[in-house]
């Protein structure tokens, strides 16, 4: 995919994709950051951005099953990237798991985070409070609370893959439930004609709006509702619910 980025940039002046994450928080501490090291060298000439993962997230996802490990206390921090490039960003655990588990299961410890981002500060001189952009991986399920305590102590993005598509199913269960008497033959049900409710333009759109509001409180809760929009070198944080109001 490099390969493909430098051939692109040296046509067109820009890279092919802005971004790339690269998930080796299941190899060696030392293997992980050093193969960082190494693509993010080809990688910052062409102005792409990238995301790493430092140490493991339980739970599961995409078939990587990490259940049975212990979430871990502590991250280490590296400042192997900072002397490349500023963009970069790290997806670091603090209790967090993929998923979405029974209250009480998972205990987030968000402050972690602001320890991490006062030990680099230091490492890397001071000039910062938060030199770190952090990533919150596992985020279904967190409370209010814990959102707030990890966008404070610099988390920019949350995935919130699990809540999102469980809100889309919502939307098109409920219709399904609301209008069953519509949906039980195609014609001369008890409710009559039921087209204008199996067509899947109506129950899809149900699932749309419905994604569509997570989504909105996704970014309420991460602090993103305004109509701001603010550049950080090739970092854009844009306001999500302006596009949704259109949808």
């Excluded at 209010?144 to 305590?149: D, Y």
Aim: glycine share 8%; with cysteine.
């Amino acid at each position: 995919v490099l390969a493909a980025d430098e051939a692109y940039f040296k046509k067109h002046q820009e890279p092919l994709f802005s971004s790339h994450m690269l998930d080796l928080s299941e190899e060696p501490k030392e293997e992980n950051i050093a193969t960082c090291v190494r693509y993010l060298k080809r990688m910052a000439p062409l102005g792409i951005w990238l995301e790493m993962e430092i140490s493991i997230t339980g739970g599961e996802e995409d078939g990587v099953d990490n259940t049975g490990v212990d979430n871990p206390r502590t991250s280490t921090m590296s400042t192997a990237l900072s002397a490349i490039s500023p963009n970069f960003s790290i997806a670091t655990a603090f209790g967090n798991v993929h998923g979405i588990y029974k209250p009480g299961n998972v205990k987030l410890q968000p402050e972690l985070l602001g320890k991490y981002q006062a030990y680099s500060s230091r490492k890397l001189g001071g000039k910062s409070q938060k030199p770190l952009y952090l990533m919150f991986h596992g985020g279904p399920g967190s409370t209010k609370e814990e959102i707030r305590t990890a966008v404070d102590n610099g988390v920019v993005k949350m995935n919130v893959d699990t809540d999102t598509q469980f809100a889309y199913l919502v939307g098109i269960r409920d219709f399904v439930f609301k209008k069953k008497d519509y949906l039980l033959t195609q014609v001369g049900n008890q409710k009559g004609a039921g087209k204008k409710f199996y067509d899947p333009h109506v129950w899809v759109h149900e699932g749309e709006k419905m994604l569509s509001a997570r989504v909105k409180e996704a970014c309420s809760d991460l602090g993103n509702v305004s109509e701001c929009h603010i550049e950080f070198d090739h970092l854009l944080v844009i306001d999500l619910t302006m596009v949704l109001d259109h949808l």
